[in-house]
């Protein structure tokens, strides 16, 4: 039973909206809902975007503004397939993050032609057709979105999360091109296509299975990634290693010596499972380290270390103790119990060994 109803609520409630139809199936066998809607009206299109993700929308000739959008849904998952005829940007405002979070989905977005680029802060990523995005929008982003044909995919968070580790996911464009990417297309698609012949529990479990593999997919483009990541680390640590007490080890100015934006910074520090105040933190507490294991005449007491180290004093006891398992004090009496024991060695008996027949 095919039946034309006037658009969901859910979108928006106007008397007199564009073109729009609702097709559901047999309902005794819960076919999956999805809406038809050609809009030509921007404003329209915003209130109609903004039903899905809400965002600030600018348009580049709003009277020229066409589109058309098949939205396909149940209580788990959406999909979306848009054709624009037109130049957008969408702003995802900290006001929409604090009224809508959206903290509980991820969008998978998937341009089939044109390509679009988001902003997060300082960072631009563009992902072209045949790529595909795993996106949060429970933070600030900008979108640029010229004329196009894309997908977009509404998955559960707990979804995602528990096949990709959650600091990864988002912000990594992944390839679609070749292989189980091109099954994972083609998947996509047939979906979309047999919109009107899918139950809801049909629906549910091709979704499902999409999410499955785009995870798949995720977690193997970043084994080969491993490496740099290690490596990118470890200049990290390096870098305030040999700038302790010498240089500025704020994050920003670090970015900035490392030719890095703030944000990519904190994402490759993610990534590899830690944040850049525990790099900062263990990499200076083991200067300090190294600094108390001088017990000579001109070594510097405990605060001096501790200043020097960036500690307040009252505070580098306690962070010692809970990285080294004793207090600075224990350490550097520990250090000069061990050397007094050492055995000091005779001069030129070297030579004489040497020079022993």
């Known amino acids: ?3 034309t109803l006037e658009l969901p609520t859910r979108v928006v409630d106007r008397a007199e909206p564009a073109f729009r139809t609702w097709n559901v199936a047999d309902e005794a066998v819960l076919a999956v809902k999805y809406y038809d809607f050609t809009v030509d009206d921007s404003k ?4 109609v975007s903004n039903s899905f993700v809400p965002m600030e929308q600018k348009y580049r000739e709003p009277e020229r503004w066409h589109a058309t959008l098949v939205a396909q849904e149940t209580a788990a998952y959406n999909m979306l397939h848009w054709n624009q005829r037109g130049e957008r940007i969408s702003y995802r405002t900290p006001s929409n993050v604090r009224k809508v979070p959206l903290d509980e989905i991820y969008w998978i977005v998937l341009p089939e032609r044109g390509p679009f680029s988001l902003r997060y802060g300082d960072d631009t990523i563009r992902v072209m057709p045949g790529g595909f995005m795993m996106m949060r929008f429970d933070e600030v982003v900008q979108i640029h979105m010229p004329s196009s044909v894309s997908y977009a995919f509404q998955v559960p968070r707990v979804e995602i999360d528990h096949r990709v580790e959650p600091c ?3 912000a990594r464009v992944h390839d679609l ?3 189980l990417g091109r099954v994972v297309w083609d998947m996509i698609r047939r979906v979309h296509a047999e919109r009107s012949n899918l139950s809801d ?3 549910n479990a091709v979704c499902e299975r999409i999410s499955e593999l785009l995870c798949m997919l995720a977690v193997g483009d970043m084994h080969p990634q491993q490496a740099h990541l290690s490596e990118t680390v470890e200049a990290i640590r390096r870098y ?3 700038n302790v007490g010498v240089g500025d080890l704020r994050l920003p100015a670090v970015a900035r010596a490392l030719g890095w934006s703030p944000r990519k910074l904190r994402s490759v520090l993610r990534q590899s499972g830690t944040t850049y105040r525990d790099v900062r933190q263990d990499e200076t507490l083991r200067a300090a380290r190294d600094l108390l294991a001088n017990p000579g005449r001109d070594a ?4 001096q270390v501790a200043v020097s180290s960036g500690f307040a004093p009252t505070w580098f006891a306690s962070a010692f103790k809970a990285r080294y398992g004793e207090t600075p004090g224990e350490f550097r009496r520990r250090r000069l119990a061990e050397l007094a024991d050492q055995p000091v060695p005779r001069i030129g008996a070297r030579q004489e060994f040497e020079h022993r027949p």
């Open 44 to 47: 329209l299109w915003t209130e």
């Open 240 to 242: 305030v290693r040999e």
């Open 177 to 179: 091109n070749s292989g």
């Open 300 to 303: 510097m007491s405990i605060r």
């Open 1 to 3: 039973m095919d039946s």
């Open 201 to 203: 529990r049909e629906f």
């Open 168 to 170: 990864v996911a988002p």
